[in-house]
Structure formats: structure tokens, C-alpha cells
């Protein structure tokens, strides 16, 4: 499975983006998924994921109320909805996929994401 991000880029603060992530080579509804980010200098932190069928879904603490992932399985994508956005928001963003989230065997290349205050 190859998984692909877009929709990064540069925003003000208290702006909006929205991340795609599209697989291809497999069918993503076998799949939990989840979006991490990696600003400079820092590791890699978790951002949020969901269950197969959208029944469940975890966000970190720090984008919790902010940020929203979903998922179209019919079109192979994972969304990750971003609102109010904050200069710390500033990172690499990163989907994976996995049978679980403690194995998560597919990665994307990452996507910029840059707030300005």
C-alpha cells in the first residue's frame, strides 16, 4: 500500500487546512489509521486515528476540538480536518496505516504544514 498526503501548506494563525491521505495498492478500509506529526527538532508525536468503519476515532490532547479525521473508503482517502490552527501546529504531517496501531506498516512521505502568528 502506497499512501500519499496533500493539502499542506502556509496559513495564519486561527486558519483552516485539510489533509488528504490516498492509498493505492490496497484497499484502505483493511486498516486503522492514523496522522502524525514531526516538527522540527522534536520527535514524531501522535495527532489522531480511526477505527476501520469510522466507529472510533483518538486525538491528542493538543488538537483535541480542533482537528477532525474521517475517512471514505469507497475513495481509499483519510481526512484530517484542521481548524484554528496555531503557530505549534507547525510540523511534517504523516499518515499510516496498520492492522493496529501499534503496528503501523504503511507510511506516507509527509506533507507540510507551516502556521504563522
Known amino acids: 500500500v502506497q499512501l500519499v498526503e496533500s493539502g499542506g501548506g502556509l496559513v495564519h494563525a486561527g486558519g483552516s487546512l485539510r489533509l488528504s491521505c490516498a492509498a493505492s495498492?490496497?484497499?484502505?478500509?483493511?486498516?486503522?489509521m492514523g496522522w502524525f506529526r514531526q516538527a522540527p527538532g522534536k520527535e514524531r508525536e501522535f495527532v489522531a486515528s480511526?477505527?476501520?468503519?469510522?466507529?472510533?476515532?483518538y486525538y491528542a490532547d493538543s488538537v483535541k476540538g480542533r482537528f477532525t479525521i474521517s475517512r471514505d473508503n469507497a475513495k481509499n482517502t483519510v481526512y484530517l480536518q484542521m481548524n484554528s490552527l496555531k503557530p505549534e501546529d507547525t510540523a511534517v504531517y504523516y499518515c499510516?496505516?496498520?492492522?493496529?496501531?501499534?503496528?503501523?506498516?504503511?507510511w506516507g512521505q509527509g506533507t507540510q504544514v507551516t502556521v504563522s502568528s
Open positions: 480511526i477505527s476501520r468503519t469510522s466507529s472510533n476515532t
Open positions: 495498492g490496497g484497499a484502505l478500509s483493511r486498516y486503522v
Open positions: 499510516a496505516a496498520g492492522y493496529t496501531m501499534t503496528y503501523l506498516r504503511f
